[in-house]
Structure formats: C-alpha cells, structure tokens
C-alpha cells in the first residue's frame, strides 16, 4: 500500500494496477449520483519492488 498519493501514481505510471476493461454504472432517478454495480478488471500486473518507506512499524496496530 502506498504511503503517499505521490508514490499511488508512481505505482500507477509503471504499470502497477488492474485497469477497468468494463463499468456498469446505475443511475436511480431522485439520487444524486449513479452507482458502479459491476466492473471487470484487467490482467492483474506483477507485483513492482517496494522502495524503501519512511513509515515507522511502530505505528502498525498489530
């Protein structure tokens, strides 16, 4: 899991998630906004290295 919304699109740059193929998206009439009720994803990609993070483990709840 990314640290930073930086490091989030450098993952993404390099290739690193699934791309929406397919989105079904349901528009109720009186809500606000519509709804995804069904996607499908690409070619799950290989996992990148892990660059090393400034995160201290410490702060992990378990």
């Known amino acids: 899991m990314p640290n930073t919304a930086e490091r989030a ?13 397919k989105i ?7 809500e606000k906004y519509s709804r995804i ?12 290295p892990i660059e090393d993070t400034e995160a201290d483990l410490a702060d992990i709840p378990f």
């Open 24 to 30: 079904v998206v349901r528009t109720v009439a009186g």
């Open 9 to 21: 699109v450098e993952i993404a740059e390099a290739g690193g998630v699934a791309w929406a193929e």
């Open 37 to 48: 009720v069904d996607y499908t994803l690409g070619p799950k990609p290989e996992p990148l």
